[in-house]
């Protein structure tokens, strides 16, 4: 190859993945740092494909939503707390409900071009400790404060404090460009596209009766490690059914008659970390480690749920996987009916549902639910923001390992911001 020819992409392997199993908010790990989260889910990956000795990975790379400023460099310092080598670089990523995935997308890249050979990455997010930011009047008054120049100068500033100054700034799960919670943008998208109750509630219920039937047949065994007294995901509801959800009250969409959201059929806010573990097909070798499936394709996408069409559902806030995943497909030839397997990160049922709709309208064929989260999804696991990705990735490439004979899986994940992150795993 001449030094002026690019690189030829190589094959990237999923080997494995851990995760520890989520929480409910203010649940076990309510004390729970981000940090001891992904360690947890660090070295349990570390111990499972014996990764301890020195360069045994050439990159760690992870990312949460939810972030104190303690948590800058929270790759790097969980390496450092880890049974990982303290030489493996490690560096932070963020984009919302995407980051897991777009941070195995990012060490797909680097292996795929020669860059290295190995690689850890997913995410971990808690909504228990999540920061709390000093009000910004108090801020900015104490920023005026320490500029000043005299003594007195300082005290005329102090004395400007008020005690409605110390009512710290709480997180919101609210869009900063329309004042909107993810829910009920959903909301708005669901009367859109005319998703029903009934339908919501059909598809929630069937995520965790097949989530508690993966755990009743070990599926999980090897991905799934205990933390803090959980060896399940704590959102779990085996006995769930569409006529008990069908007694729940919506909780979002109120302002518009005959809502359809409830808690039942929406994500709740959850704890959790999850991380996958990627490689050369060399290294994989070398080691005498078995890839679960290959990492062959994937995209991105953004709508504009600000100016767009919000109101004909087109460009709803979490519609744009209804645009990657199309894209995705013509630029690799492929069309749905070429997917044994479909990983839908289910945020909301409806919006599940107004993403299959979506895809319909622009020509693809409709989906088989035979084969649409076949071992549950985030309604039922709950959804850590930064974690979902790379669980749904070592899910389906395990998924795809029990299959006989070669097999195609598609992964979609809608993101705050009007993003989405798409991605196709394969077995050979």
Known sequence: MSPLEPPRARRVAVIGGARIPFARSDGPYATASNQEMLTAALNALTERHGLHRPGAVGEFVAGAVLKHSRDFNLARETVLCSQLDPRTPAYDIQQAC????QAVVAAANKIALGHTESAVAGGADTTSDAPLGVNDQLRRILLEARRA???GARLRALARIRPGHLVPDI???AEPRTGLSMGEHAAVTARAWS??????????ATSHQRLAAAYERGFFQDLVVPFRGLERDQNLRPDSTAEKLAALKPVFGLDAPDPTMTAGNSTPLTDGAALVLLASEEWAEARGLEPLAYLTAYGTAAVDFVHGDVAGGEDGLL???AYAVPRMLERTGLGLGDFDLVEIHEAFASQVLATLAAWEKRGLPPVDRSRLNV???????????AATGARIVATLAKLLSERKGPGKGLISVCAAGGQGVTAVLERP
């Open 195 to 204: 998703i029903t109750r009934q339908a919501q509630d059909e598809l929630a």
């Open 98 to 101: 995407g980051t897991g995935l």
């Open 375 to 385: 071992a549950g999804s985030s309604l039922a696991t709950g959804h850590p923001f």
């Open 149 to 151: 120049r005299s003594a």
């Open 171 to 173: 997180p919101r799960n």
């Open 319 to 321: 519609m744009a996987p």
